[in-house]
């Protein structure tokens, strides 16, 4: 017969309770430290709502009434050098962090509110508010907190989101050799989201000291969170992955409290993640200043029940019963804290002229100015200052022809070497020798700490290695292994690395490289062959490079590990075996940015391309005998490009081609050849033409997938075309 044995977790997971004894034995400061903070939280949040219910926040004001408990108790517990991030319900876990910052010992309830906590709460309101003096300048508003000084990386309006990040602020913490942690603060709806769960598992697996922290709120907007899930207990999600776990009673700040010092005890002893899930609610809607009841998805019965449950009123409770505030102090102490409030808004707001008695408007002095809008989407690049550029011709006779796939191998040792902060990550590159490619060979072995080999998990390692960006301290290179899978992983990378700077005010540094491949005509289907180049184009924030010989692949990798923007290298699959012009032995030499290369000169049509285009094109130029002038742009962002140089060949050739091998669908070359026609539109003397691949990806079937995308035949038939049709005509 067959016989079943049960199977027990290997982490522990347990409900943490507190009694009335324990409130008896807590410090008198540490229970009106976390009053004050949660008084303080609950009349912001209040006084936001009013601002809403005016119309005078532009978007949502997603208040955190009603949860403060959790926040509060874990902050409490934290170091500046701790680090947290929250959800797009991030006002509480932002100004708990920020006040446990500023005041690590508490604020005293019974004494006039200190004048850097009215200088922090008037900041906070200006950034929700979207004005100028705010943490952002205006631009992350009220889902997008930040002040880092603090240890508050950043609160995010993604679902999940930001837990990859804080990911990356753990490692960074744990590499470093100090015993600071991070907590990344996520609501029910995250437990269930891909990006969650794969951090979940990567945190596990590099026993990142690193605390989900889940505030368990019953509700998404409106669906319940039985409706949703199987095992509503939802920190039952962290023994699955082997991650040590608690259950709170998160109306209870002091219960928080003592089961984050439990936490941290297991974090600073370097003994993993963890993860508590606090039971909390929110007395009002998704967003605004009506209750959940009014929309009938719960009833005034459970929002009473919660409510008699009420953090601020639980604390005050005891802070009575022991005699360390009276109930006089207690009201008190909301009385300052609302009139604190109202002190801060009279600062931002004045009569508005000719309305109705009582209307406010937003002071106009303190908006930003809109010339902002733009600035700060990407650096000055003033980090390069020190750097000498070199190109090909400044080292003649000095090229010899070397491997591709060697030089991409070398850069990154080298890099790896001579600079403590650089990291490589990605599937596979510890192992194989080198990869799939053999694009890391070597380095695991020299670099076994700075060479990680991933989890198949791209939203977690991308946004690990974003985290790890916006930390500072290390310069990740992360891989994909194709470069398709830039989707799997497109919340990272476009939503949070490629914003991050713009988003927290354009002074957020995001040293960022994101190496990813190519692999056209490899056989391997539609979904591993495309040319991501026309998408990151698109996105806001992002470099491109795409160097087409071993010399510019050096030269653009250590600008782009030098660049404090995200920087994505392509590479192409066609190169890699190929040899072409390089500097054996040297590979320290930087390319500037912004500078494309003109691999032939002609008079008659310039064509520009990038990547394994360019020889493609070249070939295709000589077998035709076309007098063409070829721009190879290296550089392929719209911050980037080399307009002197395109402009001076479209000046002289007055034709334009613009040749990749992509679809045409995700082009790169659609929206350059609109730049180009707005730009230098008299000196064109017909239409820009283009050659692309087809519309649909490559498919598996060899004969399909050539007929997928272009190459020298595509752009020899579109050379000849032109030779009879005008250039010759």
Not at 380 to 389: H, K, P, Y
Request: glycine share 10%.
């Amino acid at each position: 017969m067959p016989a079943e044995h049960p199977l027990e977790a290997s982490a522990d997971w347990s409900e943490f309770a507190v009694t009335q004894d324990d409130w008896d034995a807590a410090a008198p400061e540490l229970l009106t430290g976390m009053f004050s903070q949660l008084v303080l939280i609950r009349t912001f949040e209040e006084y936001v709502l009013e601002l809403a219910a005016d119309g005078l926040i532009h978007g949502p004001a997603h208040s955190s009434i009603g949860q403060e408990g959790g926040a509060v108790g874990a902050c409490f517990a934290l170091t500046s050098e701790d680090t947290v991030n929250g959800s797009h319900r991030g006002h509480h876990q932002f100004l708990a962090k920020v006040l446990a910052h500023l005041h690590p010992k508490g604020i005293d309830p019974a004494k006039p509110f200190p004048d850097d906590v009215r200088d922090v709460l008037l900041r906070s309101l200006r950034e929700i508010c979207g004005l100028d003096r705010g943490f952002s300048h205006g631009r992350g508003g009220s889902m997008h907190l930040q002040w880092h000084e603090a240890g508050a990386i950043g609160t995010n309006a993604i679902v999940g989101g930001g837990v990859p990040l804080a990911a990356g602020s753990a490692w960074a913490h744990k590499k470093s050799g100090t015993d600071a942690v991070a907590f990344t603060f996520f609501g029910d709806g995250a437990t269930n989201i891909g990006s969650t769960l794969e951090t979940l598992n990567l945190a596990g697996a590099w026993s990142l000291p690193l605390c989900f922290f889940v505030e368990n709120n019953l509700y998404a907007v409106s669906t319940h969170v039985s409706e949703v899930t199987a095992e509503p207990r939802l920190s039952g999600r962290g023994p699955g992955f082997g991650i040590r776990s608690w259950k709170v009673d998160g109306m209870d700040p002091l219960a928080v409290y003592l089961v984050t010092q439990e936490a941290l005890s297991h974090l600073r002893s370097r003994k993993g993640p963890v993860m508590i899930e606090a039971d909390v609610y929110r007395y009002f809607h998704q967003n605004g200043p009506f209750p959940g009841s009014a929309f009938r998805y719960r009833s005034k019965e459970e929002e009473a029940r919660w409510r008699a449950r009420d953090p601020i009123d639980v604390t005050a409770g005891h802070l009575v019963r022991r005699k360390i505030l009276t109930k006089k102090a207690v009201a008190e102490t909301i009385k300052r804290a609302k009139a604190l409030m109202s002190e801060i808004g009279d600062v931002i707001l004045e009569p508005r002229p000719g309305g109705k008695p009582g209307e406010r408007r937003i002071v106009p002095s303190e908006w930003p100015d809109p010339a902002f809008v733009d600035q700060g989407i990407r650096g000055d690049l003033s980090e390069l200052a020190g750097i000498e550029f070199t190109d090909a011709e400044d080292f003649a006779g000095e090229l010899t022809e070397v491997k591709f796939i060697g030089a991409v191998a070398a850069v990154m040792g080298r890099r790896l070497e001579t600079d403590a902060r650089v990291v490589v990550m990605g599937e596979d590159v510890h192992q194989l020798n080198g990869g799939t490619n053999g694009a890391t060979r070597g380095l695991s072995d020299a670099f076994p700490d700075r060479v990680l080999g991933t989890p198949i998990s791209e939203n977690a390692f991308a946004g690990l290695g974003g985290g790890l960006a916006l930390d500072g301290r290390f310069r990740p290179i992360v891989e994909f292994m194709y470069a398709d899978f830039m989707w799997v992983a497109a919340d990272q990378l476009f939503n949070q690395i490629g914003k991050a700077r713009h988003m927290f005010g354009g002074e957020s540094k995001v040293p960022f490289v994101l190496r990813s491949k190519v692999a056209t005509g490899t056989g391997y289907g539609s979904q591993h062959s495309m040319d991501p180049a026309g998408i990151f184009a698109t996105a806001a924030g992002w470099r491109i490079v795409a160097p087409s010989t071993p010399f510019d692949y050096v030269g653009l990798m250590n600008t782009a590990l030098a660049c404090d923007d995200p920087v994505v290298v392509l590479e192409h699959v066609d190169l890699y075996n190929s040899t072409g012009p390089g500097l054996e032995g040297n590979l320290d030499h930087h390319l500037p940015v912004g500078k494309a290369a003109v691999r032939r000169e002609g008079a008659a049509l310039t064509i520009i391309t990038y990547l394994a285009m360019t020889p493609a094109v070249l070939a295709a130029v000589e077998e035709t005998g076309m007098d063409a002038e070829v721009i190879d742009l290296r550089w392929l962002d719209r911050a980037s490009l080399d307009w002197d140089t395109i402009t001076r060949s479209v000046t002289k050739t007055n034709n334009v081609l613009i040749a990749e091998q992509g679809a045409v669908g995700t082009s790169y070359g659609g929206w350059l050849a609109d730049e180009i026609q707005r730009r230098l539109f008299d000196w064109l003397d017909a239409p820009i033409e283009r050659v692309t691949g087809g519309e649909a990806s490559p498919s598996i079937s060899k004969v399909l997938e050539r007929a997928a995308f272009a190459s020298t035949e595509e752009v020899v038939a579109k050379l000849r075309e032109l030779s009879k049709e005008r250039l010759h005509g």
